[in-house]
């Protein structure tokens, strides 16, 4: 079964640091860019962070940058997100979400997504 | 930045009747790089069409999508209940990548 399952989320303080995971299954995960997407009532859908396939490339939201982390494991097809220095603004629901059909760097959608997972920033 | 500007934002509409939605952008979107996404309530968006008109593996014809430059639209031909929920656009063709604030179809 084709499917991206994220986990890792919780309420946080300011300041403090979380990792989110994600769990690919069912396709080639090896050979495809994958990507960080979050969704908050306030700012709507806003991508965070794409890795490409081979881990040679990253590429971040200005809103955080120098603060979030992408990375990943092709031998055991896992998606993680550091995230450091966290916010109010960051509180959102965080979705893993694969590259679609015919995307190229810079030009990516989404084919993809998981169920997604809550992270409260608060104090 | 592209900006993209979703209208209306909610339309009320019968099963059978047809849907319109539109999105414009701040500035002209590169290729026609543009998708369109459906979200239903507490699940993750869907995506429905790529590329401005095409659509993705299994979805329906009744879901249709066109235009270029800064003009999209996307066009349920024949609304099923499982057709309402929230639509978003999102323009690939520049970075940052970007999405519209959304279009609620609901039951009228």
């Known amino acids: 079964q084709v499917q991206l399952v994220e986990s890792g989320g919780g309420v946080v303080q300011p300041g403090k640091s979380l990792r989110l995971s994600c769990a690919a299954s069912?396709?080639?995960?090896?050979?495809?860019?994958m990507h960080w997407v979050r969704q908050s009532p306030g700012k709507g859908l806003e991508w965070v962070s794409v890795?490409?396939?081979?881990?040679?490339?990253?590429h971040y939201a200005d809103s955080v940058k120098g603060r979030f982390t992408i990375s990943r494991d092709n031998s055991n097809n896992m998606l993680f997100l550091q995230m450091n220095g966290l916010r109010d603004e960051d509180t959102a629901v965080y979705y893993c979400a694969r590259s679609g059909y015919g995307s190229s760097w810079y030009h990516w959608y989404f084919d993809l997504w998981g169920r997604g997972t809550l992270v409260t920033v608060s104090s | 930045e592209i900006v993209l500007t979703q209208s209306p934002g909610t339309l009320s509409l019968s099963p059978g009747e047809r849907a319109t939605l539109s999105c414009r952008a701040s500035q002209s979107v590169s290729n026609s790089y543009l998708a369109w996404y459906q979200q239903k309530p507490g699940q993750a968006p869907r995506v429905l069409m790529y590329?401005?008109?095409r659509r993705a593996t299994g979805i329906p014809d009744r879901f249709s999508g066109s235009g270029s430059g800064t003009d999209f639209t996307f066009t349920i031909s024949r609304l099923e209940p499982e057709d309402f929920a929230v639509y978003y656009c999102q323009q690939y063709g520049s970075s940052p990548s970007a999405f519209g604030q959304g279009t609620k179809v609901e039951i009228k």
């Open positions: 890795i490409s396939s081979d881990t040679s490339s990253k």
């Open positions: 069912g396709f080639t995960f090896t050979t495809y860019a």
């Open positions: 590329g401005a008109s």
